[in-house]
């Protein structure tokens, strides 16, 4: 490559963050610890669509998609990764494809397998970042797991109906709660699917949204994190809410960290609720 085709590459490169560039909380060193980055996007479906599309847009230099599925037609009312021409695809390979033509300078790697505990606990010790974007209890307690021991940053998001939540489990601070401080193991659990209760396309597309917009916070180094609270969603009344979280000391999973907090505490009047 001669001096002309590398300026006309890093001009390119200029221009198509410029507008991340303009912030000074991000700015050039922001937008290369994303170019850096490597992120787990567990789950490319109604959540996982738009986190993969925002990741790939930002600029996150390696993302790893994991999902055993295959494009169907009921999918395509909410997951906006996926295409009418691509039904019958894995959906590894139809995000991947959606994202590399968003942009083409980073790396999409695709595994068309189950997310079990042995492939998690490899690709999150591999990982700086972990998007959960699964829809179901068992699985999100697998990644949770991985991502304590690992000590990487876990965004987890739900939806189902006109409902959504979220939070950032920092499992690199020891005060951070996890996953399981506040959903428990042994919390019964009725497992909810959209293809019994239905979900409203947007909502998926929210809270998809605001996982990329807190996993790119993180990855960035800037702002605040959603970190020690829970925010939830109501679509119906376009209204959102937070709980406060803390760390359990009884915790199954996490009780074994260092400097536990004293007790899960949330806000007065208030206790999350399990979308799953």
């Given at each position: 490559?001669?001096?002309?085709?590398?300026?006309?590459?890093?001009?390119?490169?200029?221009?198509?963050?410029s507008?991340?560039?303009?912030?000074?909380?991000?700015?050039?060193?922001?937008?290369?610890?994303?170019?850096?980055?490597?992120?787990?996007?567990?789950?490319?479906?109604?959540?996982?669509?738009?986190v993969?599309?925002?990741?790939?847009?930002?600029?996150?230099?390696?993302?790893?998609?994991?999902?055993?599925?295959?494009?169907?037609?009921?999918?395509?009312q909410?997951?906006?990764a996926?295409?009418?021409?691509?039904?019958g695809?894995?959906?590894?390979?139809?995000?991947?494809?959606?994202?590399?033509?968003i942009?083409?300078?980073?790396?999409?790697?695709?595994?068309?397998?189950?997310?079990?505990?042995?492939?998690?606990?490899?690709?999150?010790?591999?990982?700086?970042?972990?998007?959960?974007?699964?829809?179901?209890?068992?699985?999100?307690?697998?990644?949770?797991?991985?991502?304590?021991?690992?000590?990487?940053?876990?965004?987890?998001?739900?939806a189902?109906?006109?409902?959504?939540?979220?939070?950032?489990?920092?499992?690199?601070?020891?005060?951070?709660?996890?996953?399981?401080?506040?959903?428990?193991?042994?919390?019964?659990?009725?497992?909810?699917?959209?293809?019994?209760?239905?979900?409203?396309?947007?909502?998926?597309?929210?809270?998809?949204?605001?996982?990329?917009?807190?996993?790119?916070?993180?990855?960035?180094?800037?702002?605040?994190?959603?970190?020690?609270?829970?925010?939830?969603?109501?679509?119906?009344?376009?209204?959102?809410?937070h709980?406060?979280?803390?760390?359990?000391?009884?915790?199954?999973?996490?009780?074994?960290?260092?400097?536990?907090?004293?007790?899960?505490?949330?806000?007065?009047?208030?206790?999350?609720k399990?979308?799953?």
């Amino acid at each position: 490559m001669d001096d002309q085709e590398a300026n006309s590459g890093e001009n390119q490169h200029l221009l198509r963050y410029s507008r991340h560039l303009l912030l000074e909380e991000l700015d050039i060193d922001g937008q290369a610890r994303l170019g850096a980055a490597c992120v787990l996007v567990v789950g490319v479906g109604g959540l996982g669509s738009p986190v993969a599309l925002y990741l790939a847009a930002a600029g996150v230099g390696h993302i790893t998609l994991i999902d055993d599925d295959t494009v169907d037609l009921t999918n395509l009312q909410r997951q906006i990764a996926h295409t009418t021409a691509r039904v019958g695809q894995r959906k590894v390979d139809s995000a991947a494809a959606a994202m590399q033509a968003i942009n083409p300078d980073i790396t999409v790697e695709t595994v068309a397998e189950r997310a079990d505990a042995d492939r998690l606990d490899r690709l999150i010790a591999a990982a700086d970042l972990v998007v959960d974007c699964c829809d179901n209890f068992s699985t999100r307690h697998a990644i949770n797991r991985a991502c304590v021991i690992h000590r990487k940053p876990l965004v987890a998001g739900a939806a189902i109906r006109f409902d959504g939540q979220l939070s950032v489990y920092d499992l690199r601070n020891d005060q951070s709660p996890c996953y399981a401080c506040v959903f428990p193991l042994d919390a019964e659990v009725e497992e909810t699917q959209c293809s019994v209760l239905g979900v409203f396309a947007p909502v998926v597309g929210t809270i998809g949204t605001l996982q990329a917009h807190e996993a790119l916070k993180l990855l960035a180094g800037i702002g605040t994190s959603l970190a020690g609270r829970l925010l939830m969603f109501d679509g119906l009344a376009t209204t959102f809410d937070h709980v406060k979280v803390a760390r359990d000391p009884h915790c199954a999973v996490c009780a074994d960290r260092k400097n536990p907090a004293l007790s899960l505490a949330l806000a007065p009047g208030a206790a999350p609720k399990n979308l799953y």
